[in-house]
């Protein structure tokens, strides 16, 4: 289930016929005749606090395109969800806690080669997958 940072969230409401109410923090999205509220939650992103909204959450499926980065991520037991993960290049953002440079550099792997975080070392790894 995907997680969006508010102005990501504001693209998902408008692109969704959705809407923001500012009263409650929350994205409203209609989509089955009743509506369906999302609030914001508080998620810790490479030890960094992230206000996500999981705006329609559940009903949408996910494809992969075929010139698609993928990369295999890895956090050591030092971070808050620590063990391995799949991710497209889209993941990598400034609101991930992701400099510029990190982002260039992690887009800029070739396939199987493997970037060490430059703060972390071995503790934070990206390998490019496909």
Same mark, same amino acid.
């Given at each position: ?13 408008? &692109? #969704? +016929?959705? %809407?923001?109410?500012?009263?409650? $923090?929350?994205?409203?999205? /209609? #989509?089955?005749? &009743? $509506? $369906?509220? *999302?609030?914001? #939650?508080?998620?810790?992103? %490479? ?5 996500? *909204? ?11 395109? =075929?010139? #698609?980065? !993928?990369? =295999?991520?890895?956090? =050591? /037991? ?7 993960? +799949? ?12 400099? +510029?440079?990190?982002?260039?550099? !992690? ?6 080669? @493997?970037? %060490? ?7 934070? @790894?990206?390998? %490019? !997958?496909?």
């Amino acid at each position: 289930m995907p997680y969006f940072t508010f102005k990501e969230a504001k693209k998902v409401a408008k &692109e #969704m +016929k959705g %809407r923001y109410d500012k009263e409650k $923090d929350a994205f409203i999205f /209609n #989509m089955d005749g &009743e $509506d $369906d509220v *999302y609030e914001p #939650m508080n998620i810790k992103v %490479r030890g960094c606090n992230a206000k996500v *909204y999981a705006t329609g959450a559940g009903y949408w499926c996910w494809d992969l395109t =075929s010139d #698609m980065k !993928i990369f =295999s991520v890895y956090w =050591s /037991n030092d971070f808050f969800e620590s063990g391995t993960k +799949k991710v497209v290049q889209f993941f990598f953002s400034e609101e991930r806690c992701y400099t +510029k440079e990190d982002i260039a550099a !992690i887009n800029d792997l070739a396939v199987g080669a @493997t970037l %060490r975080s430059p703060d972390y070392g071995s503790g934070n @790894t990206v390998t %490019r !997958i496909a």
